[in-house]
T-cell receptor
Framework: AQSVTQLGSHVSVSEGALVLLRCNYS??????LFWYVQYPNQGLQLLLK??????LVKGINGFEAEFKKSETSFHLTKPSAHMSDAAEYFCAVPYNQGGKLIFGQGTELSVKP | DTEVTQTPKHLVMGMTNKKSLKCEQH?????MYWYKQKAKKPPELMFVYSYEKLSINESVPSRFSPECPNSSLLNLHLHALQPEDSALYLCASSQELGHAFFGQGTRLTVV
């Protein structure tokens, strides 16, 4: 069964610094991969999704992710962190055709002024 | 309209109460979901409805009872809950295979 692993439960960066959040998927190449963001006391919002059409995926709020089959990775990056980026980030993959999502454990991003 | 609307936003209920959570979407999505999320944890799937039929029940206790009255609405009926059921309950919808749109959630506290 598919799964995703997020390395680092907490990442702290300074404002203006590079953001790198790590996600690795297991076994076979999934049809989709997603990054979601969750701000405190809110639901999840889609940042970006991989659909095999392109390996470099651009999302909202200046985030992007690169699908690397050789590394089974789909890391999320942003060149310059902003205070408003502080949130919980989840990588997710579909379990099967039924629409169930398998989430990573999440990475909490803190941004220092 | 690309929103999933959940009501209420907050709910406090006693262990003997009966309450319902409501979810609505008007994106024409035929799959709708209930997730439960504890603090600092990822969402855990509870139920999936596909074309208004229950397709996945992740061994959820019977004190949680889902209902899908039509393709736009999803309810979660709560009865005799325990304090450990306190969590953020998230509704989501999607096309059959694609990314899910999530609501803002209902923060449930069981006292």
């Amino acid at each position: 069964a598919q799964s995703v692993t997020q390395l680092g439960s907490h990442v702290s960066v300074s404002e203006g610094a590079l953001v790198l959040l790590r996600c690795n998927y297991s076994s076979s190449v999934p049809p989709y991969l997603f990054w979601y963001v969750q701000y405190p006391n809110q639901g999840l919002q889609l940042l970006l999704k991989y659909t095999s059409a392109a390996t470099l995926v651009k999302g909202i709020n200046g985030f992007e992710a690169e699908f690397k089959k050789s590394e089974t990775s789909f890391h999320l990056t942003k060149p310059s962190a902003h205070m408003s980026d502080a949130a919980e980030y989840f990588c997710a993959v579909p379990y099967n055709q039924g629409g169930k999502l398998i989430f990573g454990q999440g990475t909490e991003l803190s941004v220092k002024p | 309209d690309t929103e999933v609307t959940q009501t209420p936003k907050h709910l406090v209920m006693g262990m003997t109460n009966k309450k319902s959570l409501k979810c609505e979407q008007h994106m024409g999505h035929r799959a709708m979901y209930w997730y439960k999320q504890k603090a600092k944890k990822p969402p855990e799937l509870m139920f999936v409805y596909s074309y208004e039929k229950l397709s996945i029940n992740e061994s959820v206790p019977s004190r949680f009872s889902p209902e899908c009255p039509n393709s736009s609405l999803l309810n979660l009926h709560l009865h005799a809950l325990q304090p450990e059921d306190s969590a953020l309950y998230l509704c989501a919808s999607s096309q059959e295979l694609g990314h899910a749109f999530f609501g803002q959630g209902t923060r449930l506290t069981v006292v």
